[in-house]
């Protein structure tokens, strides 16, 4: 029934994520698999999919939210691998997080930079970034 | 003693959010100097003046955690004119401001365009967007 | 393209919350028709109108949850209303705000049980109950 | 002083959570044996002792409320394993924590499902649902 | 039945914030006296009245997570006015809420200076401290 | 440039917290070192360096709010080790935290307590206190 809005969501993760999105929303299907089509649907299908908003800009607000809410690291981390895929530059996602100090207190960019920290060296980034 | 930071806060709070967030900044400072002279210097000072990413990014990812906070729509209100101020798209805000029901959920998203709509009716943005 | 999700959740949001549910999308749609309609296709036509839980539970739930959030205050006067018009009984309602208490702490359920006072009255519903 | 409350917290705790819960608040009572003696008296003596709410409406208010949190993933698998102990299905506890995607946002409903897919395991409940 | 930890509750809250801390609970009472009971005992009756920690520490700790939480000005108003009432300096008050910026983020503490400004007008007390 | 708010912030750093504290600053500055400076300009240089408020004080309010925004627990692991070698008693720092479970809920309270047993194992302080 809803099989566009379906489509479309997995070709935005795939556009976002690359296969590591993929993976985790076929890890979560197997045991919620209703609950992994809305994930497909609503964020990618609906929200991500439309214009008016860069990719880049979208993924820097997501990992913003992610790290001011403080209760998403395991999201942060998809986060912080989407924003490289989608080009932003390591430079910017270390700076949304040192932000993040500003309006969410230092614990919140604190355990926001061990989140980088971790993607980036899976990623071979190297800290500090010159 | 920090009086370059202060200063260099001064010119980017200017830059960000022009004679709106320095009267909020005096307002401020009439009953606490001390926190006002801080907001000046770390945020604006030390945070907003960093090379490494753009302001128009900045404010959207400042946008992106007032609204997924929850609890500060005075601080939103003033960013949401601040991201204008600087030249995001009024589409762009909206973006964002949407995108955080993914994220913190349709309540606080349904309170951030509310705020939304307050300051782009005081700033003579037609809503809907076109 | 996705009417019927969204013929579904305006079914399902008059079901729940009766004709001042729809005064609010409504009033959301003149100013920001995307997300009204995100709000009938998720929230209602997708999870709301799911089997597996009743409406009166569901309600309750979502009291639970805005009351524990803390700044959803809006959205909780929406569904203190909602939960009664599904046959909630008030004493379930102010139950579940008293819970919250250990939940998310005292002032979170102080601040629900001000909304509960509100819609109760508007509602002719007199407190103390019996 | 309190023995009324006391005694009436840990049947109400039995009842609620069977040996699981007890185990728990033994545990804490090792450390800290007035904080464990307010939580039979509080929340278990007091508050789900009370009239007007049925225990599996109250712990179906309570998952919602500690997964919407998001700081509370210890209690929440106390919860869920509570929620089933109570009479709750599988599938309601579910929808409630699915349903907080709504409220509290996909992350918060994402890590709610892991807590729920480690409580089934444990308990032998098989996923995907039926 | 729990008549000392009323009594007791009740006296704890006069000395924590005199008549204006009482006259709170009695209005609660009005519509929500089983709740009322419940502040009286629970969180005066049993917490405050504990050895262990003095008043004005209590109080100075109780305004940190108050105005940290984000979501409890009404609760902060009451403690800012106890805090004074049990021999705080105005000096300490401001202190604690400023420190709130480091880990609660500038919005959270921006939003306490407001209700601190609020509460020291009706108390006579000038900003700035001199 | 800002060498003097520096040094203040590493004195006091040390002050409040020793040798531990300056090693996760130092740990922190191998991958985010303008972070690690601004941690400890603003917070140690900057607030903790003000008169007007104990240390003993600033520590207490400071695991208040660790303990009530419930995502800060490695936070709150360094400021209860901070408490005690700043002279809070072991019996002070168990008060605050229990005390958070009227302001931000029993889970909140149960999980700065997890925290509070940690740090008391590793600095040899027994519980149940006497």
Chains 1, 2, 3, 4, 5, 6 share one sequence.
Do not use: W
Not at 28 to 44: G, I, N, T
Not at 72 to 95: F, I
């Amino acid at each position: 029934m809803s099989s566009e809005r379906y489509e479309r969501g997995s070709r935005m993760l795939t556009a976002v994520d690359g296969p590591a999105g993929v993976a985790v929303v076929e890890g979560l299907a197997k045991s919620f698999p209703d609950f992994a089509r809305y994930v497909l649907e609503f964020p990618f299908g609906d929200i991500y999919a439309r214009k008016g908003l860069g990719l880049r800009e979208r993924e820097l607000a997501t990992v913003a939210a992610l790290c001011a809410l403080g209760h998403a690291s395991s999201q942060l981390r998809v986060h912080v691998h989407a924003a490289l895929h989608v080009g932003c530059k390591p430079e910017e996602v270390v700076e949304v997080v040192m932000q993040m100090a500003v309006y969410a207190g230092f614990p919140a960019a604190l355990n926001g930079l061990s989140v980088v920290r971790e993607v980036f060296a899976e990623s071979g980034i190297q800290l500090p970034l010159a």
